[in-house]
C-alpha cells in the first residue's frame, strides 16, 4: 500500500486515489468533488474538497485499511472515516436540531458512529414497534428517537443521502404518533428534502410491487 497524506497542494484526483486503496469503495473525482459509494451500505459520500483539511490512513480494530478525512463544517473539524464496506462519521448534536424552547431529553451519544450500526438500529426500532408485546417508557422512546434523528443529520453534514434509515425513522415516528411527547425540531430544509426523498421511493417501491404481481396475475392466467 502506497503511502499517502494530504497536503495543501494535493489534488481532487490524488484524494480519489487514495480512497480507491480502500476495498469495497467505487471512487469518482470531478472538479473539487470526490464521490465514494459503498455498495455494502448502499450510500454515497460525497466529499467537496474546499472543506478538506488532512487525509491519513487509520488503524482500525479489523486490521483493514480505512482513511480518516477531516471536513471543516463552519466552525468545526470532523471526521469521516471510510472503511471497508462502512463509513464512520459524527452525529449531530441534538441542541442543533431541537427547538431552543423546548426541553431536551437524549441518552448517551456516542461521539462516533458506523454508518452500518445507525442502520441497523434505526430498523431494529420500527421492527420492535411492530411487535405488540414491546414495551418501552415514552420518554426512553422519545429520546432515542431524537439520538437516531441525530444520526441521520451526522450522516447527511458529511456529504450522505441515507433514504432506508430515514424510512425507517419515519417509520418509526409515525408508529409512535399519539404515544409519546417528543421536542421539536427546527425547521431544517434538508430534511425535508430527505422525507421528500424517503416518500419517493416508498411511492417506486409500492409501483415495482404493483408490477410484480401484475406480472404473476398475468403468468397465472396463461397456466
Known sequence: MRVWRITSSMR?????????????????????????????????????FRNVLDADWVHVPTGEPAVQIDLKLRRESLPLIVTVDDVVFTPAYADDLIDPEDELLVPAMPSLVAYSEMHRDVRALGKALDDPNFDLEPDVLAATLTAHRCFLAGAMRVGMWPVRVAAWWEYSSARSAGKITMARFQEDPRWDQLMDGVREAR????????????????VRAIR
Do not use: C, F, K, W
Request: net charge negative; proline share 6%.
Open 203 to 218: 411511492q417506486q417501491s409500492e409501483a415495482q410491487e404493483a408490477h410484480r404481481g401484475s406480472e404473476q396475475g398475468n
Open 12 to 48: 481532487t484526483d490524488e484524494l480519489a486515489d487514495m480512497l480507491r486503496e480502500v476495498p469495497g469503495t467505487e471512487v469518482t473525482a470531478g472538479p473539487g468533488l470526490v464521490t465514494v459509494h459503498i455498495p455494502a451500505i448502499g450510500d454515497t459520500v460525497q466529499i467537496r
